[in-house]
């Protein structure tokens, strides 16, 4: 997977270069700060994630923490469940 940052003061892109939406959605699903998935043409732009705040790759590197906390509870339940 490659992934190509943009950023500036209180600002970041983050693009997903031959990718679906969906890691960009599920990472903005978590962010507690202004930020969106976006896609802007599926043949244009590969899909993003623009987040404006005081330290963004900071907000970026939090939601993504917490996506894998959530999935690996998904995982423990799921494995519970298969017993």
Avoid: N, W, Y
């Amino acid at each position: 997977m490659e992934v190509v940052v943009k950023k500036e003061k209180g600002f970041a892109k983050v693009e997903v270069p031959g990718e679906t939406e969906t890691v960009t959605r599920l990472v903005a699903s978590e962010l507690k700060c202004d930020g969106a998935a976006v896609r802007e043409h599926p043949f244009m732009r590969p899909p993003a994630l623009v987040v404006k705040a005081d330290r963004p790759v900071d907000e970026i590197s939090r939601a993504c923490d917490a996506v894998l906390k959530t999935v690996k509870e998904f995982r423990t339940q799921f494995t519970r469940a298969l017993k």
